[in-house]
């Protein structure tokens, strides 16, 4: 594997976002998204967040994204709780980019005075728990009845880390 480098996103990098998640979407991922999204609906993602809002990217040496995370603030948990979103190119989850997204993410949403992060995941999303998991993240609240779009019951698991 070559080397990662980490660095924030713009709204110039939002078509690369939105093809990235809609080849989860694609694959039949377990993302919360069922849609494909574009790149209009990533920057309504960035100008939503407002000043605390950040994502950053993981590229390799030849400037390929191959994930990102996203926070920005829970919309239910208060102004000191962000709320994380992760995605890595299909074939690419354990090459420690998740880890080098993270060390920049927990950084950064420091930074932006948030006190605690909140990742919310599906049930049946087994890699995205232990990625939370081994970053440190707790459980803190189960919903087995949360639903998707389309009706599916999947259930929710709510993990918290503590900055």
């Known amino acids: 594997m070559s080397r990662v480098h ?26 919360v998204f069922l849609d494909p999204l574009g790149p209009d609906d990533i920057r309504g993602w960035m100008d939503s967040a407002g000043p605390r809002g950040l994502g950053v990217a993981a590229r390799d040496e030849d400037g390929e994204m191959l994930g990102f995370q996203w926070i920005d603030p829970h919309p239910n948990l208060g102004p000191e709780v962000a709320q994380i979103a992760s995605f890595v190119k299909p074939g690419n989850t354990r090459l420690g980019i998740g880890s080098a997204l993270f060390d920049a993410t927990r950084q950064a949403t420091r930074v932006l005075g948030y006190e605690w992060i909140d990742a919310t995941i599906r049930a049946d999303n087994e890699n995205g728990l232990a990625y939370y998991q081994s970053r440190g993240f707790e459980t803190y609240k189960t919903d087995p009845d949360a639903r998707l779009s389309d009706g599916r019951k999947v259930g929710k698991i709510s993990k918290r880390y503590d900055l």
Do not use: K, P, Q, Y
């Open 6 to 31: 980490v660095e924030r996103v713009c709204s110039a990098d939002a078509r690369e976002m939105a093809d990235l998640l809609n080849e989860i979407i694609e694959i039949g991922g377990t993302t």
